[in-house]
């Protein structure tokens, strides 16, 4: 058995140690260019380590794609499977090609050790087993753990530096934004941004729109009539990965799903779920994009996509970092500055969150039917399934759809009676109506006026501020 056979081998071998029930778990973080050890290597290297010392293989788990630094935006599902497995008995063993596999922070360590020492149970790592329970071997496994803690930091250092570089330099960082595509330096095989013509063109009509009547809702809905192409319609994410799933453990509700889709669509999504069994949600959005694979739930055009691609800096062509403008960057641009000044304060003028243009209330009676006891206006909530208009301070409660249903029927039987046409005269008002209109229209035009000018440079945007605050 050469160096595993150490002394808790040989304690085992004499009958002083338990049977060894083993869970193999195997982690490799994100890792673009492939240098890193793969989960697959990590899980043939702990079971031939089992089979060589006779240890039962409990069971075989993989977060991929994953970090396990306290850095770490997604939760380790298997490795949490993992402990709960240590801490209810089913196995007694940790098996993990190295120290780090299982954890770069020492709260997760502790918790660790807390469950071994527990269950009487054992870790094994770089061809050696530790038992929890023996002092030396916990003061080992917390020195590397210590060791494991401070590479995380030093790596995050070095990386925070060559972010700020990157930046200082104007070198694109983060997804790739709508309107660029990207190339590769045929030299240094560095990745770099071009236009996209054809999405190039989209963004451009979708910012002058906004600038003349700021309405995301009006583009989206224009968009999708047109067929226009969608902003990342056919890209995989974890959160789609995730959903499927949660779609695929309701029969009624998969059935009525898969009904809608297209034979190609059906088989990646099932192919989605069959890579879930085995890889984390990232690393099956992320083979699912490399391999093209038709997406089940392509995505649409919505208010709040047009207004994030409208205000994306990287539309301009300038460089954003920790939130801040800080320069051009290295990629063309596709609108210019003028036009991004513009669009930023058409969009951000604080007076169009009052705006209701009559296609923005998802909901028939939110802000219009009234509380009975507090007498404001009700938000809507979803209860056991179902939709309900809610009084914000809780007071009454009412189900959505006999609610809309009751109010149609209403207005509908209003409309339809004799007197109906009441409603419609406005013989008294005429004169102020009149004047309402005429003010409107005299607004509207000076507005399109300033617009126009500021387009054109004929106004700077300290007059036109100015213009505003007198």
């Not at 043939?44 to 396990?68: E, F, H, P, Y």
């Not at 299982?102 to 527990?118: G, M, N």
């Not at 989605?272 to 994009?289: F, H, I, Y």
Request: with cysteine; charged share 30%.
């Amino acid at each position: 058995m050469g160096r595993a056979l150490n002394r808790r081998l040989r304690r085992q071998a004499a009958g002083e140690l338990p049977e060894l029930r083993v869970v193999i778990y195997a982690r490799a973080s994100k890792d673009g260019k492939g240098r890193k050890v793969s989960v697959g290597t990590q899980i043939a290297q702990g079971r031939a380590w089992c089979k060589r010392i006779g240890a039962v293989v409990v069971a075989v788990l993989v977060d991929n794609d994953l970090s396990a630094s306290r850095y770490a935006t997604e939760q380790r599902t298997d490795y949490e499977e993992a402990l709960r497995l240590l801490a209810t008995g089913e196995a007694n063993t940790l098996w993990t090609r190295e120290n780090s596999r299982a954890q770069r922070e020492l709260d997760v360590f502790v918790r660790l050790r807390k469950i071994l020492v527990d269950v009487g149970g054992f870790w094994a790592y770089d061809d050696q087993i530790y038992d929890m329970n023996d002092p030396d071997d916990r003061v080992d496994t917390a020195e590397d753990a210590v060791d494991a803690e401070r590479e995380s930091e030093r790596l995050r250092k070095r990386v925070r530096i060559g972010v700020e570089a990157r930046a200082m330099e104007g070198l694109w960082a983060g997804p790739l934004s709508f309107g660029l595509r990207i190339i590769y330096d045929p030299r240094t095989g560095e990745p770099g941004r071009e236009i996209d013509p054809e999405a190039a063109a989209i963004a451009e009509e979708l910012v002058d729109r906004l600038i003349v009547t700021g309405n995301e809702t009006e583009v989206s809905q224009d968009f999708n009539a047109r067929g226009v192409s969608c902003a990342r319609a056919q890209t995989w994410r974890a959160d789609h990965v995730r959903k499927l799933y949660e779609l695929s453990r309701d029969a009624e509700g998969w059935a009525k799903f898969t009904a809608s889709l297209t034979p190609e669509q059906l088989e990646s999504a099932y192919e989605a779920l069959a890579l879930l069994r085995t890889e984390s949600p990232s690393q099956v959005a992320k083979e699912m994009n490399q391999g093209q694979r038709a997406h089940p739930m392509p995505g649409r055009w919505n208010p709040a996509k047009i207004r994030n691609i409208a205000l994306n800096p990287a539309l301009a062509g300038l460089r954003v970092f920790r939130g801040e403008i800080i320069g051009k960057g290295n990629w063309p641009a596709i609108i210019t500055e003028e036009k991004r000044a513009l669009v930023v304060a058409r969009l951000g003028d604080p007076s169009r969150r009052w705006i209701r243009d009559g296609v923005r209330v998802k909901y028939l009676l939110s802000g219009i039917m009234l509380c009975s006891v507090c007498e404001q206006g009700v938000g809507t909530r979803k209860h056991g399934g179902q939709m309900r208009y809610r009084c914000a301070e809780g007071h009454l409660t009412r189900d959505m759809a006999k609610c809309d249903s009751l109010v149609v029927e209403a207005v509908l039987t209003r409309l339809m009676s004799k007197d109906a046409r009441e409603l419609f005269h406005f013989e008294n008002h005429a004169q102020e109506l009149i004047k309402v209109v005429q003010a409107a229209q005299e607004l509207r035009a000076r507005l399109d006026a300033f617009t126009d000018e500021a387009a054109d440079g004929k106004i700077s945007p300290d007059r036109l501020g100015g213009s505003r605050r007198n």
